[in-house]
């Protein structure tokens, strides 16, 4: 009995990780298709899936602002859905990882990346838009990156991404991450 709430709040968190993945799922399926989709299918659906992780942006604000306990666990969440939400990263697979604080999984990904691009297997300007998005990553995570990887980041830091570190650093308040995602939405929706 002591252990009142935390079957509930550990089921949430795990509900709420499971409705994460789906959508970042769901972008990354969409990106994955876009060839395959004419333009109006690929921005309608697009629309959509940008919809319902502002409804999910939304939920989060409310669980947040009520319970106290889950603040810390749902931050990463929160940013992450931030951060799709600005398009800030293009990348869902890189979404997912920083949600979920994976820094290794973003490390492996980021010498996969290293070996497509020496073979001719990924384009210069995609694997520049991934490492970037690799790399701010890694930082928000507190990971520690090599003077070189300093350099490409400060190189090649979209304003995009540069607004995204100004907002995160300034994680104690909650609501201007709030209110740059739903800027975003709205700029999105129009």
């Not at 999910?56 to 106290?68: A, E, P, R, W």
């Not at 690799?134 to 540069?162: H, P, Q, V, Y």
């Not at 995204?164 to 308040?173: A, N, P």
Request: hydrophobic share 35%.
């Amino acid at each position: 009995m002591a252990s009142r709430g935390t079957t509930e709040t550990s089921k949430l968190k795990q509900n709420l990780e499971e409705q994460l993945d789906r959508l970042m799922q769901q972008l990354q399926d969409l990106e994955e298709c876009r060839e395959e989709l004419d333009a109006d299918e690929y921005e309608e659906t697009k629309k959509e899936t940008l919809e319902q992780l502002s409804e999910f942006n939304d939920s989060l604000k409310k669980i947040m602002s009520g319970d106290m306990t889950l603040v810390d666990e749902l931050s990463g969440m929160q940013l992450a859905i931030q951060a799709a939400i600005s398009q800030a990263f293009k990348t869902p697979e890189v979404i997912r990882m920083f949600a979920k604080k994976q820094p290794r999984q973003l490390r492996t990904r980021l010498a996969e990346m290293d070996r497509d691009l020496m073979v001719g297997k990924l384009a210069r300007d995609l694997y520049t838009q991934q490492k970037v998005e690799i790399l701010t990553a890694l930082r928000k995570l507190g990971e520690k990156l090599t003077g070189d990887d300093e350099m490409f980041l400060s190189a090649n830091a979209g304003t995009a991404l540069s607004q995204f570190e100004r907002v995160s650093t300034d994680l104690g308040s909650g609501d201007k991450v709030f209110a740059l995602a739903s800027v975003e939405v709205e700029k999105v929706k129009q």
